[in-house]
């Protein structure tokens, strides 16, 4: 979706490296989302933000670090790279509206290698 | 958030009806079914869901069974374009809005 864009959209790094995923959207949704995939799973969520400032964590956010500075952007950081983080990167959003119906749009993701 | 359980693969002729099962028999009352896709290394896309009611939009019909163990989503016409992970996610409305992905089916449709 051309709504939530992911920058940069491959990245190779080494262990021990900080790095910086940006995420940003002009869809004007309070809540976004960072996940990431393995090869042949699902996908697992990192961190949500509700609101500007609103930091919560998913369910692996060990090793992980988020900054929503802004409604449009959220950004996910490597503070020291590990090639166990090597994986595809989903950034998300979402409209609450009070319903069920708040349904995630998917930004085109970030591969990151970590050698 | 109720488990889900979904077969692996299946294959389906372009232009006939596709249907994907989805199991989910802890489905608890407040529980949505929803389904998502994801086009090789693309990120997902929402699909429909419903609480107990069959649904249909542009993309496709949603089938709930009446003790809403179970659900099938029918994608009417297939096309090459609808080869993709289709993912049955169940979760209630005071979730938080987080989505649990399982493993999916993999959906081939073929020419």
């Known amino acids: 979706d051309a709504d939530v864009t992911q920058t940069p959209r491959n990245r190779i790094t080494k262990t021990g490296k900080r790095i910086m995923l940006e995420c940003s959207q002009t869809k004007g949704h309070d809540r976004m989302y960072w996940y990431r995939q393995d090869p042949g799973l699902g996908l697992r969520l990192i961190y949500y933000?509700?609101?500007?400032?609103?930091?919560n964590k998913g369910e692996i956010s060990d090793g992980y670090s988020v900054s929503r500075q802004a409604q449009a952007k959220f950004s996910l950081s490597l503070e020291s790279a590990i090639p166990n983080q090597t994986a595809l990167y989903f950034c998300?959003?979402?409209?609450?509206?009070?319903?069920?119906?708040?349904?995630?749009?998917f930004g085109p993701g970030t591969r990151l290698t970590v050698l | 958030d109720a488990k889900t359980t979904q077969p692996t693969s299946m294959d389906c002729a372009e232009g006939r009806a596709a249907n994907l099962p989805c199991n989910h028999s802890?489905?608890?009352?407040?529980?949505?079914v929803y389904w998502y896709r994801q086009i090789h290394s693309q990120g997902p896309q929402y699909i429909i869901h419903?609480?107990?009611n069959n649904e249909t939009n542009e993309m496709a019909s949603l089938i709930i069974t009446e003790d809403r163990k179970s659900s099938t989503l029918i994608l009417p016409h297939a096309t090459l374009r609808d080869t993709a992970v289709y993912y049955c996610i169940v979760r209630p409305l005071t979730s938080g809005s987080r989505l649990t992905f399982g493993e999916g089916t993999q959906l081939t449709v073929n020419p």
């Open positions: 998300a959003t979402s409209d609450f509206r009070g319903q069920a119906g708040n349904e995630q749009f």
């Open positions: 419903g609480l107990k």
């Open positions: 933000s509700f609101d500007v400032k609103d930091i």
């Open positions: 802890t489905i608890s009352g407040n529980e949505y």
